[in-house]
């Protein structure tokens, strides 16, 4: 089993700044399966990104992946307001599926 | 616009079973290489896969959640299921439904559903 750590717990930042989040795995991803969701307060996750740097259908350009191996990070290059929430990290593709304890992203 | 929608009872007796549907809308179960997940969130924690299931009936779950977890699907309904017996409190969470994306095993969940809360409790 895959165990995702995210950092850092929790961030705090002005609209319009670049944030990189980071999700690190303790052994390597194959072909690099990892997902990305944000989960605003009472509602569903929504995934962001699929194996590493795809972007899911209309999500905008300003979210982006990258990574590879067990080193992968989510940079949201100018946050807006409405990018307040916590985001996941998931690997899938093994015999189990594992979620990253989450980055909380506090827009001020 | 594929929806998905959990429905259940919300609260269940420690030592009970929780049993749950998720019902699939404007769109197939049984589309080609679907995979459908179920996911649960304690209250002010994190996610955690609880199982998933192809829509021919294979199942895969969590080994921390296996020997409790059975999930199910019935095709004709257009739904799949979710039963986990002998829970306790630490069972308590908002429960998901979701659909793996159109690469099945290999690929994030792209659907989910608005979620339900389950209680433990006596």
């Known amino acids: 089993e895959i165990v995702l750590t995210q950092s850092p717990g929790t961030l705090s930042l002005s609209p319009g700044e670049r944030v990189t989040l980071s999700c690190r795995a303790s052994?390597?991803?194959?072909?690099?399966?990892l997902a990305w969701y944000q989960q605003k307060p009472g509602q569903a996750p929504r995934l962001l990104i699929y194996d590493a740097s795809s972007r899911a259908a209309g999500i905008p350009d300003r979210f982006s992946g990258s990574g590879s191996g067990t080193d992968f990070s989510l940079t949201i290059s100018r946050l807006e307001p409405e990018d307040s929430a916590v985001f996941y990290c998931q690997h899938y593709g093994g015999s189990v599926l594992t979620f990253g304890p989450g980055t909380t992203v506090d827009i001020k | 616009q594929l929806q998905l929608q959990e429905s259940g009872p919300g609260l269940v007796k420690p030592s009970e079973t929780l049993s749950l549907t998720c019902t699939v809308s404007a769109g197939s179960i049984s589309s080609s290489n679907s995979y459908w997940g179920w996911i649960r969130q304690p209250p002010g924690q994190g996610l955690e896969w609880v199982g998933s299931?192809?829509?021919?009936?294979?199942?895969y779950y969590n080994p921390s959640l296996k020997s409790r977890v059975t999930i199910s699907v019935d095709t004709s309904k257009n739904q799949f299921s979710l039963k986990l017996n002998s829970v306790t409190a630490a069972d308590t969470a908002v429960y998901y439904c979701a659909r793996h994306g159109t690469s099945g095993w290999y690929d994030g969940f792209d659907y989910w559903g608005r979620g339900t809360l389950v209680t433990v409790s006596s």
């Open positions: 052994q390597s991803v194959s072909s690099n399966y």
């Open positions: 299931i192809y829509y021919s009936g294979s199942s």
